[in-house]
């Protein structure tokens, strides 16, 4: 592995990790009065924060600031490199590269729009309306949904899965 893909590899985990020390702790250190219900299937920043009974708007914008910087930064850069390929695609005149861009980019695209679409909606807007009532739904789609369906996304674009994917259906179907 190259010493920048080492380096990039290292702040992506260590900004991660060290994210989630931070929010983690100050999140658990806030006080909670009597029994309340977390209406959620897990304990994230943000639902923790609505169960402490003190003033947590500084834990609202470190985790808004934090979620700018390691979410928006990301996708910024991800939308950036798609648009400079989107330039370099459309000066080609053949279809079949085009068909083969879309190809190998579609599937990226598809679950970066998946992972990202839902979490920001959870970590940019954690006190809206629609993240809070489909919050843990949303959640659940970015946590557990997007990483179950990458295999399968990723996998379509491979011959030989797709001719083993319709000799299953037409078996099944009796065709």
């Not at 980019?105 to 954690?126: E, K, M, N, R």
């Amino acid at each position: 592995m190259s010493p920048l893909k080492e380096a990039l590899a290292g702040v992506a985990w260590l900004s991660g990790a060290g994210n989630t020390l931070i929010q983690g702790t100050v999140t658990l250190w806030l006080p909670r009065c009597g029994h309340q219900w977390l209406r959620h299937f897990f304990c994230e920043v943000p639902s923790m924060i609505k169960l402490a009974c003190v003033d947590t708007r500084a834990n609202v914008v470190q985790l808004f600031v934090a979620s700018l910087v390691l979410l928006l930064l990301p996708l910024a850069l991800i939308l950036t490199s798609y648009g400079h390929i989107a330039q370099a695609v459309i000066k080609i005149k053949s279809a079949q590269a085009w068909h083969k861009a879309l190809g190998t980019c579609g599937s990226h695209l598809i679950v970066v729009s998946l992972f990202y679409g839902t979490i920001t909606a959870v970590y940019i807007h954690p006190n809206s309306s629609y993240a809070h009532t489909h919050g843990k739904f949303i959640s659940l789609f970015y946590t557990v949904v997007t990483p179950t369906l990458n295999p399968l996304i990723y996998t379509l674009k491979n011959k030989d899965v797709k001719r083993a994917l319709g000799r299953l259906f037409h078996r099944d179907l009796g065709i």
